[in-house]
């Protein structure tokens, strides 16, 4: 068993909107997804203290180095994530494991979109033919939140 969300974050990651346009945004996300009034409770929102990682699970398939280009290793991020105790980080200050140097987490570059946020609406099976918002639903999404979005495809 898998699950495919559609993860929509704010592109500041410090951003955070205020907790009634968060509903805003989300039941116009359900809308989009389910119809009035069904399967609602399948959309979250999430507010984050921390500057947190936002991944696309089994869809990131490769990190490279922002200094030497070199791979790094999925496993590595795990460390990370797992020694900072979880996903949401103080700061994303590292050491990157290829050539040494100090990188912030969100300057390396990832195959498939990582970023990093500190709020989230995500969708979980999306039941649409067409998964991903277009420019039209993801400007409307932004400006109930009050803030441009992005959205990383994810999935379990
Ligand atoms: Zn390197």
Do not use: K
């Not at 993860?7 to 500041?12: E, F, S």
């Not at 907790?19 to 996300?29: L, Q």
């Amino acid at each position: 068993m898998s699950d495919s969300y559609i993860r929509l974050i704010p592109d500041d990651q410090r951003w955070q909107p205020t907790v009634e346009a968060a509903a805003s945004a989300a039941a116009y996300v359900a809308e989009l997804f389910y119809g009035q009034g069904d399967a609602v409770e399948r959309v979250e929102v999430t507010f984050y203290d921390r500057v947190t990682l936002i991944d696309a699970g089994e869809y990131t398939t490769r990190i490279a180095c922002s200094r030497c280009e070199a791979d790094i290793s999925l496993d590595w991020l795990g460390d990370v994530v797992r020694e900072n105790g979880g996903a949401s980080f103080d700061s994303l200050d590292v050491l990157v494991p290829c050539c040494g140097a100090a990188a912030e987490l969100d300057s390396l570059h990832y195959e498939e979109p990582i970023r990093f946020a500190r709020f989230e609406v995500s969708a979980m099976n999306p039941t649409r033919a067409r998964s991903e918002l277009d420019g039209t639903e993801l400007a409307r999404v932004a400006q109930l939140l009050g803030h441009p979005v992005v959205q990383v495809l994810a999935h379990y």
